[in-house]
């Protein structure tokens, strides 16, 4: 993994990020593939997880750094209908260098439908690109 233009990120333990996200078709199981399942998708839900956790980052960033998720471990307990409006929340349990690692959860209507661990790292966001695009010229 590249490193982080920064020595060590400043990211106090214990910073949560909180968000809403409608969920709209797209984000369907259907959608993903599993015809005629019309409530919110394992991935979509995951997706939310890292919008929140990637935010809750953003103000200890500089402009030229960026965040990649790293690592997923995480339970789908519940189901929400299309449509709904899923609350998420990303708390901050370790900073090590560049490296974040929260607890997230999405919850629908006071229900559990996700929790579990996300990682983070924050990393030059021109090295990064750079190094890929080189992983993807030597074909």
Not at 1 to 17: F, H, I, Q, T
Not at 74 to 93: E, F
Request: glycine share 10%.
């Amino acid at each position: 993994m590249p490193e982080s233009l920064s020595a060590m990120l400043d990211v106090p333990v214990g910073l949560e990020n909180r968000l809403t996200i409608t969920s709209s078709r797209k984000d369907s199981a259907e959608s993903f593939g599993n015809a005629g399942v019309d409530v919110v998708a394992t991935p979509a839900l995951i997706g939310f997880l890292e919008q929140a956790a990637g935010r809750a980052l953003k103000p200890y960033m500089s402009p030229d750094e960026v965040t990649l998720g790293t690592m997923i471990d995480v339970q789908h307990l519940g189901a929400a209908p299309v449509g709904a409006a899923i609350d998420c929340t990303a708390r901050v349990t370790a900073v090590d260098d560049n490296r974040v690692t929260f607890a997230v959860e999405a919850r629908w209507n006071g229900r559990t439908l996700m929790k579990g661990r996300h990682g983070r790292a924050v990393v030059d966001g021109a090295r990064f690109f750079r190094r890929l695009e080189e992983m993807t010229s030597e074909g």
